[in-house]
T-cell receptor, first 113, second 113 residues
């Protein structure tokens, strides 16, 4: 079974703090994704990576950056957390190619106060 | 531009009755269509997908979905609902040539005993 793990299930941070969310997958997937999930809005893509050190902006990249130094690990960084970044963050991975489904981690619920 | 619509925020059904969760989509190329389910406090799980071929696809937990090109729909169905099917369901579409998956806003399914 594919396993996607995220470093924290719940996280509380203060406005202005730098926040790191980490994601690890164990299936040698080329693609990795970061989404945020908000009620009524579904999932929105923040960033996408198709290879080590490669990244593409998604629909809502502002205020976020990413790092992929190893194939199995994809990190999301909030440079200076703000209250409007309070959300559920989901990491996913998949094989390269449009027909492949994504495998999701359990999510990190981030609260910024 | 790609888009996905799930017209119902919530669907209520009695256990043992058939269920349908609706999804319509818009893409410029050939659609790759997916259904995912999210149980409380968990990440999304893949249920089924349509890439090509037979319009009726079968997936996990007894779910199936019918691809209808003329109506640009991909409704999720199950002949007999279980209380344990209660969850949040997401429809997703990818343009066959692209890397980005667009998710619908989600439909919450309640199955009452």
């Amino acid at each position: 079974d594919v396993k996607v793990t995220q470093s924290s299930r719940y996280l509380v941070k203060r406005t202005g703090e730098k926040v790191f969310l980490e994601c690890v997958q164990d299936m040698d997937h080329e693609n990795m994704f970061w989404y945020r999930q908000d009620p009524g809005l579904g999932l929105r893509l923040i960033y996408f990576s198709y290879d080590v050190k490669m990244k593409e902006k998604g629909d809502i990249p502002e205020g976020y950056s990413v790092s992929r130094e190893k194939k199995e690990r994809f990190s999301l960084i909030l440079e200076s957390a703000s209250t409007n970044q309070t959300s559920m963050y989901l990491c996913a991975s998949s094989f390269i190619g449009s027909s492949y489904e994504q495998y999701f981690g359990p999510g990190t619920r981030l609260t910024v106060t | 531009a790609q888009s996905v619509a799930q017209p119902e925020d919530q669907v209520n059904v009695a256990e043992g009755n058939p269920l349908t969760v609706k999804c319509t989509y818009s893409v410029s190329g050939n659609p790759y269509l997916f259904w995912y389910v999210q149980y409380p406090n968990r990440g999304l799980q893949f249920l089924l997908k349509y890439i090509t071929g037979d319009n009726l696809v079968k997936g996990s937990y007894g779910f199936e979905a019918e691809f209808n090109k003329s109506q640009t729909s991909f409704h999720l169905k199950k002949p007999s609902a279980l209380v344990s099917d209660s969850a949040l369901y997401f429809c997703a579409v990818r343009d066959g040539g692209g890397f980005k998956t667009i998710f619908g806003a989600g439909t919450r399914l309640f199955v009452k005993a």
